[in-house]
Every structure is written in C-alpha cells, then in structure tokens.
C-alpha cells in the first residue's frame, strides 16, 4: 500500500503538576513498557506562534524497506534503545490498522530539543497524531491518548488543547491512564506563559533515566504520589473559580516538590541553575512587594524557568524577568490548541521520491 502523507503541527504543554516517576511492572502495570505514571498531571498546552512546535510528515508505503525518521535534518539511529521504547507507539499503531508497511517520518522541532522544553512531548504526539491519520485509524481520543503515553508520557496531554488532565488510572492494562481536557483553550484566555530561556544545552540526564533512578533511591519520593494527586484537586478547583492566586500557589509548590525529590535522589538529579534560582527571587520579590500573587516559576527537567501570570500582568512580570542577568530570551506563550492537520502544501516529504523535502545534514 502507499499510502497517503500527513503532516501535523502539534504543540508542547507546560506541566502545573508534574508528572515524575514511572509504576514498574508488577501488579498495578502489566508491562513496564506501558509507561505508566505513578500520580495524575495536569498541563497547559502552550502556543507561542511560530516558536515552539513540532511540524511532523508521515507515510506508510510498501516501497519502504525500512522505518526510517529524520529529526531536525538529521536521519536518526532506528537500533537506539531510546527510539525503539518510543517507537512502540508506532508498532500499537500498526498492529491496530492490521498495516505492516514500513514508516517515513520527518520531524522539524522549531526549539531546542532535550533542553527541557518539553519537545518530546509535541514531538511523540505529532508523530502518533500523524501515523493514526496516515494508517486511516479511525480511533477515539482516548485510545490515541493510551497508545501515544506509551512514546512518552507527558506527550499524551499534547493531544488536547486548553487545561489537560492526565489520569493516573489504577488498571495493570493502562487503559485508563489517559488525557482528557477539563477546559478548552477559550476557558481563561488571560492566562499567560513567560518561557525564560537560560540555555539550549542538551540536559545531563533524560526525564526517563531520571525519574526511574528518583524512584528507585528516593526516600522523599514516597510522598510525592499522593501530594501530586491532591495538587491536580487543588489546581482544578482553581481553575473552577479563576482564583490565580490559588493557581500560582500550587503550581510552584508543586515544581519544587519534583524538584525536591530530584534533589534527594542518589546520585542527585540538579536541573536548575543559578539562573533558575534569580528566576524564583525575582518572581518573589515581585509578589512581595505587589502584596499578592503577580506570578507563578515552574520547571521542568531542565533550567528554562515557565513563569505564568495574567496577561494585564505580563508587562510587569516581563519587566522584572529582563532584570534576571542570563536570561537570553523570553517567549510569551498563551493556551494552545490540540494538533491539527496541515495542507500537502506543508508536507514535509515529497510523495513522489518518499525523501524528506529539506537539505539533509550529512
Ligand atoms: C519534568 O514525558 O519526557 O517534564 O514518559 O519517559 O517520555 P517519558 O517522560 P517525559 O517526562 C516529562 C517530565 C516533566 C514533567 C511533566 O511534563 O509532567
């Protein structure tokens, strides 16, 4: 079969309770392959235009001999244990659509990616969003959802636009581990994103490295699962209510609760730096001196602080964040939307060839 390409654009999600630690197989996960977390998350999927997203072409075709993924301009290493655990997605996928065809996939991030700015996670769900549409699967939201958690887990609130819970679920299968939006994009549009650039560097140890070796060592983790499930409570009722000052309480406790358990894993896992640490003095000291809560800080697995306030107060906010020596860029994002299927115009593959479109890097 040749099949048809499809080209998604699809957008991060910036985590106000992170997602940190994995179940091993046993009983409440059947495959430790499955992906499964151990608490519930909840993110904001961001869009700041042109600057953060994943654009990603994908086709089916017997004339392929082999799976075969350029990242960035970069054809990568199929045998790399890291892209085969991602890549299990893809063989869900297929062996839903009863299609055996090898994959072409071309996959443009417009950021850094591994730099803690959550590319894997708009990158995994382009490329599940893409390959479903490419096989012709006709699947739910929920079952995509399933099957792209397995390529990463944060990816799969990726799917959704606005504010996204994902459920830790309790099934050994997983089938109720799954992203649903509990409000869409238009809900709080006010709600704005300050992306705090500090360094595209790659980090030193990946999310999925970090956070088996933060649960198998820390003592401080045991706490962490029931703490997030009653952030993502708190978090929700916030947003019930618009309270923003209720929502910044939260979010940053909650980024320095992973960052805590981080901190007493062995080996230490240290993400942030000094840049970072002015990113939280500077966002505290404007919140004492406003006498209320201007601005939250959030982190993910890497230095790049994500400061959320009002957009009547970003002005302010961005002020104070200039002031941050080594700071090199601010992004301004507001609440994304879920992934959408691009024209052929936008394709990333000639249909004809089945070659990538761009000038590759040897
Ligand atoms: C700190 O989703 O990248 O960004 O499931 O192993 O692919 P894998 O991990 P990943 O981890 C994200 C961790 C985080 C927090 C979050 O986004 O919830």
């Known amino acids: 079969m040749q099949g048809k390409v499809i080209t998604v654009l699809a957008r991060p999600n910036l985590a106000l309770v992170k997602y940190w630690g994995k179940r091993e197989k046993g009983k409440d996960c059947k495959y430790t392959s499955l992906n499964l977390p151990q608490n519930s998350s909840l993110s904001i999927t961001l869009d700041a235009g ?14 392929l001999a082999q799976d075969t993924f350029y990242l960035n301009g970069k054809k990568q290493d199929m045998k790399s244990p890291e892209l085969k655990e991602r890549f299990l997605a893809i063989e869900e996928l297929r062996k839903l659509s009863g299609v055996g065809t090898r994959a072409l996939i071309v996959s443009n991030n417009s950021f850094p ?121 708190e978090i929700i009722k916030a947003l019930n209510k618009k309270d923003f000052e209720a929502l910044a309480r939260v979010t940053m406790a909650d980024a320095m609760n992973m960052h805590s358990v981080m901190l007493d894993t062995r080996p230490p896992i240290i993400y ?44 302010k906010v961005f002020a104070k964040l200039k002031g941050v020596r080594g700071i090199e860029k ?21 249909p004809k060839t089945l070659e990538p479109k761009f000038a590759l890097e040897k």
Request: with cysteine.
């Open 50 to 63: 042109e600057e953060l997203l994943t654009r990603t072409s994908v086709v089916f075709s017997e004339k």
């Open 113 to 233: 990616t591994a730099s803690g700015l959550a590319s894997s996670a708009s990158g995994l769900a382009a490329l599940t969003f893409a390959a479903s549409k490419a096989l012709g699967l006709k699947i739910d939201s929920n079952k995509l959802s399933e099957i792209t958690r397995i390529g990463s887990g944060s990816a799969c609130r990726s799917l959704f636009g606005g504010f996204v819970v994902w459920n830790r679920g309790k099934l050994p299968d997983g089938s109720d581990s799954v992203a649903r939006q509990v409000f869409d994009e238009y809900y709080w549009p006010e709600l704005t994103t300050l992306i705090c650039m500090t360094t595209r560097e790659k980090k030193k140890i990946s999310s999925r490295a970090g956070m088996r070796q933060t649960v198998a060592t820390s003592e401080l983790y045991k706490l962490r699962p029931d703490i997030a499930e009653e952030h993502v409570k």
């Open 330 to 350: 601010i992004l301004k994002a507001k609440i994304g939307s879920s992934p959408k299927v691009l024209s052929d115009s936008e394709s990333l593959i000639n």
């Open 272 to 315: 942030l730096n000094d840049v970072s640490k002015e990113v939280i003095y500077a966002v505290e000291d404007l919140n004492e001196s406003e006498k209320r809560l201007v601005a939250a800080y959030t982190f993910d697995a890497g230095p790049n602080a994500c400061v959320i306030c009002a957009e009547s107060d970003a002005d």
